[in-house]
C-alpha cells in the first residue's frame, strides 16, 4: 500500500472496535481526546460474539460512571455469589456478605450494543470491514495506521495508537520480538458451550466438579441459559448430539441431588472453546498501547476476560489523555507495569480456578482437588479469597 490516496490525522487510532476499543474511545472523549476506530470485521460481525458474561464490581461501577449504565441496571442480573459444587455437595459462597460487592450477569454482546449506541450518537467515526490493517513508525512520536477501505486505501497518523484487536490483530505482532517476552499455558481439555432458549435452572451460576469432567450452569438473561461441559482437545461439536449434551449437564450438575432439577429446552448454538492463558510484555512499545486480548488471555473459568480488558482501559484513557492533551508521558509510561500487576493477579485467579475445577485422569490430582473445594467451602479465608479475586479487585490494583 504505498502512496496511499487518503490520510487522515487523529490523536489516537484505536485498533479493533470490540468493547475494548469502543469503551476507549468513549472515555478517550469525554476527557476531549479525539480518536478513530479501525475494525477488521462488520459492525454485526462483532456486535453478534456470544463471549463473556459476568460484569465485575469494578466494571459495572466503571460503566456507570461513564454514563453507561442506564441499560445494565434495567437489564442486567446482579448476583451476590455462585455456587461451588461437587457429587453429593453444593455450596453458596456469598460475595456481598463476605467482601461487599456482587457482580452482574450481562452479556458481552449487550455491552457492545450499550457502546455502539453511545458512540454513534457522539458521532465516533468507525471503519469498519478493513483489510491489510498495518502499523507503522509504533517507534515514534508519530505513529500511523493503513488499511484498506471499500477498495480504497486509507492512512491515519496520530499521536498514539491503541491495540484494542484481540490475539488475532496485527497489534500484539507490531511489537518486536526482541522486545516482547511471552508467557503461555495450553490446557489439555476445552469447554464445549452451548446456548438454550431455557429458564436458568438456578438462581446463581453454579461450578461443578464431577468425575466426568468440569460443568457450569450460567445465563444470559432470565429465558436464556449458557451451559458448559469440559471435552478433550480437537473435539469435533458433531460428536455431542443435544440429548447427549443435556444427559451429560444433568449428570455433572447433579439432576435429581436434593431435589434440584437441570431443566432442558432447544439448544441454538454450539461450540467448542479451547483454553489458554497468555501474557505478552510489555503492553507499550514506543507509542503503541496494547489492550485487552491482544496483550492477555485467561480460560473463561475466572470471568476474567472482559473485565481485564475494561481494567486496561481504565488505566489507558487517562495516561493518552495525558500524553495528547498535555504532553505528559508519565501515566504512559507506567500504563504497561500498572496493568500487569492486574493482569498477573487474574491470570493467577484464572488458572486456580481453572485447575481446581477440570479433572485429569490422575487419582491423585482429583483428591487434591476436592480437598481444595472443601477447605474452599468451610473455610472463611477461603471464601473470601475467592470472592474477592472474582467480584474483582479494584482498578489500578
Same mark, same amino acid.
Given at each position: 500500500m504505498t502512496s496511499p490516496s487518503h490520510t487522515l490525522r487523529t490523536d489516537v487510532v484505536i485498533v479493533g472496535g470490540g468493547p475494548a476499543g469502543m469503551l476507549l474511545s468513549h472515555?478517550?472523549?469525554?476527557?476531549?481526546?479525539?480518536?478513530?476506530?479501525?475494525?477488521?470485521?462488520?459492525?454485526?460481525?462483532?456486535?453478534?460474539?456470544?463471549?463473556?458474561?459476568?460484569?465485575?464490581?469494578?466494571?459495572?461501577?466503571?460503566?456507570?460512571?461513564?454514563?453507561?449504565?442506564?441499560?445494565?441496571?434495567?437489564e442486567g442480573d446482579?448476583?451476590?455469589?455462585?455456587?461451588?459444587?461437587?457429587?453429593?455437595?453444593?455450596?453458596?459462597?456469598? *460475595?456481598?456478605?463476605?467482601?461487599?460487592?456482587?457482580?452482574?450477569? $450481562?452479556?458481552?454482546?449487550?455491552?457492545?450494543?450499550?457502546?455502539?449506541?453511545?458512540?454513534?450518537?457522539?458521532?465516533?467515526e468507525v471503519y469498519y470491514e478493513c483489510a491489510d490493517v498495518a502499523l507503522h513508525e509504533v517507534e515514534s512520536d508519530r505513529p500511523a495506521v493503513t488499511f484498506t477501505h471499500e477498495g480504497r486505501p486509507v492512512r491515519i497518523e496520530a499521536r498514539a495508537v491503541a491495540g484494542c484487536d484481540g490475539s488475532f490483530g496485527p497489534s500484539r505482532g507490531a511489537v518486536p520480538d526482541a522486545v516482547r517476552s511471552i508467557w503461555e499455558r495450553v490446557y489439555p481439555y476445552s469447554w464445549l458451550g452451548?446456548?438454550?432458549?431455557?429458564?436458568?435452572?438456578?438462581?446463581?451460576?453454579?461450578?461443578?466438579?464431577?468425575?466426568?469432567? *468440569?460443568?457450569?450452569?450460567?445465563m444470559r438473561s432470565a429465558?436464556?441459559?449458557?451451559?458448559?461441559?469440559?471435552?478433550?482437545?480437537?473435539?469435533?461439536?458433531?460428536?455431542?448430539?443435544?440429548?447427549?449434551?443435556?444427559?451429560?449437564l444433568a449428570t455433572r450438575l447433579g439432576h435429581g441431588q436434593d431435589g434440584w432439577?437441570?431443566?432442558p429446552g432447544p439448544i441454538t448454538?454450539?461450540?467448542?472453546?479451547?483454553?489458554?492463558? $497468555?501474557?505478552?510484555?510489555p503492553m507499550r512499545h514506543g507509542s503503541l498501547f496494547l489492550a485487552g486480548d491482544?496483550?492477555?488471555?485467561?480460560?473463561?473459568?475466572?470471568?476474567?476476560?472482559l473485565n481485564l480488558a475494561i481494567a486496561d482501559v481504565a488505566l489507558l484513557a487517562p495516561a493518552l489523555a495525558d500524553l495528547v492533551r498535555r504532553d505528559d508521558r508519565m501515566l504512559a509510561e507506567a500504563y504497561s507495569d500498572t496493568a500487569l500487576r492486574r493482569v498477573w493477579r487474574c491470570t493467577h485467579f484464572s488458572w486456580w480456578m481453572t485447575t481446581m475445577l477440570h479433572t485429569s485422569e490422575d487419582p491423585f490430582d482429583a483428591q487434591l482437588q476436592l480437598s481444595q473445594l472443601r477447605w474452599v467451602a468451610s473455610s472463611e479465608a477461603g471464601r473470601t479469597g475467592l470472592a474477592e479475586n472474582y467480584a474483582g479487585l479494584p482498578i489500578g490494583f
Open positions: 472515555l478517550l472523549a469525554a476527557d476531549g481526546v479525539e480518536s478513530i476506530v479501525v475494525e477488521a470485521r462488520s459492525q454485526e460481525y462483532v456486535g453478534a460474539r456470544v463471549r463473556a458474561g459476568i460484569l465485575e464490581h469494578s466494571s459495572v461501577e466503571l460503566l456507570r460512571g461513564a454514563g453507561l449504565g442506564e441499560r445494565l441496571d434495567r446482579e448476583h451476590r455469589g455462585i455456587y461451588l459444587q461437587w457429587p453429593d455437595e453444593r455450596h453458596h459462597l456469598d *460475595f456481598v456478605d463476605l467482601t461487599g460487592r456482587s457482580v452482574w450477569v $450481562y452479556g458481552q454482546t449487550e455491552v457492545q450494543k450499550d457502546l455502539v449506541s453511545a458512540r454513534s450518537a457522539a458521532g465516533q452451548i446456548l438454550a432458549d431455557v429458564a436458568p435452572s438456578t438462581d446463581e451460576l453454579i461450578y461443578a466438579w464431577h468425575p466426568d469432567g *468440569f460443568a457450569m450452569h450460567s429465558s436464556v441459559s449458557r451451559l458448559y461441559l469440559q471435552v478433550p482437545n480437537g473435539t469435533p461439536v458433531e460428536e455431542w448430539s443435544d440429548d447427549r449434551i443435556w444427559d451429560a432439577r437441570l431443566e448454538e454450539k461450540s467448542v472453546l479451547p483454553m489458554r492463558s $497468555y501474557v505478552q510484555t491482544s496483550a492477555h488471555i485467561v480460560p473463561p473459568t475466572g470471568a476474567k476476560g
